[in-house]
């Protein structure tokens, strides 16, 4: 077990475990993202679309605990890498160079970390932590349909953009794959799968923004 613990706490174990938990977070990302777009199909569609996740009673809970302990461990994981670093800079002597050279993306990895942090919390007052008297496309059509959240939502998704297509070559780098004949492909499809998610979460926003009876 000792081992377990020591990998686990090296420089190299936590890389390890924020590629495999970000690689989670981005797998639930794209999960919230393909269940939201039901939205596109107007209000039935996304009020069957919560029925049908609710119907998974007491899955759900049990599934909030395992995303909340992934969430927890990549922040506080992060948190320490970040410090380690600093640390290290200020002993002038280099512990952790990022992969793939310091590109804009990676140099604000930990402040992009820092605002989606607050972005979620703000999101989950908004959407999660409500009295549930009103069905959930009244609630979303509600803050989505104020400029006031959809520029701090639109803000959220630039930084959103940054971290994740930053995290996605970070993943590969991480993993070892790293030869000159895969790195463009491995960033095309990081800005790809991107693009994908943080287009399907912009088009819901300007969509309730510019349609405020939409989900009505
Ligand atoms: C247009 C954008 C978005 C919409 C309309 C939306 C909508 C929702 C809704 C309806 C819920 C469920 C609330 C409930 O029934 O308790 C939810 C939960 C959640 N959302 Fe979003 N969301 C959006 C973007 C995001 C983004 C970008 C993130 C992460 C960066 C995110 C993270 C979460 C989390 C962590 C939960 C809690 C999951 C849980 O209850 O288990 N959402 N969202």
């Known amino acids: 077990m000792s081992w377990f613990i020591q990998t686990c706490t090296s420089s190299l174990g936590k890389k390890y475990i924020m590629a495999i938990t970000g690689l989670m977070l981005g797998g639930f990302l794209l999960v919230h993202a393909a269940g939201n777009s039901s939205i596109f199909w107007g209000r039935s569609a996304f009020l069957s679309y919560a029925e049908h996740l609710h119907s998974l009673g007491p899955l759900i809970p049990v599934a909030e605990i395992i995303l909340l302990s992934i969430f927890l461990l990549h922040v506080i994981t992060g948190i320490t890498l970040f410090l380690q670093n600093l640390q290290a800079r200020a002993d002038r002597y280099a512990v952790s160079k990022p992969a793939g050279g310091r590109t804009w ?110 989900l009505m």
């Open 105 to 214: 993306g990676s140099r604000t990895m930990p402040y992009t970390g820092a605002a989606i942090l607050l972005f979620i919390l703000m999101h989950l007052f908004n959407v999660h932590f409500i009295e549930h008297n009103l069905p959930i496309a009244d609630t979303v059509n509600a803050v989505l349909s104020r400029p006031f959240y959809t520029h701090l939502y639109a803000a959220g998704m630039t930084v959103l953009a940054l971290h994740i297509s930053h995290g996605f070559w970070s993943l590969f780098q991480t993993m070892g794959i790293n030869h000159p004949r895969y790195n463009t492909l491995i960033r095309i499809g990081g800005y790809l799968f991107t693009g994908l998610i943080i287009a399907i979460f912009l088009f819901i926003i300007f969509l309730l923004l510019f349609s405020p009876g939409y």
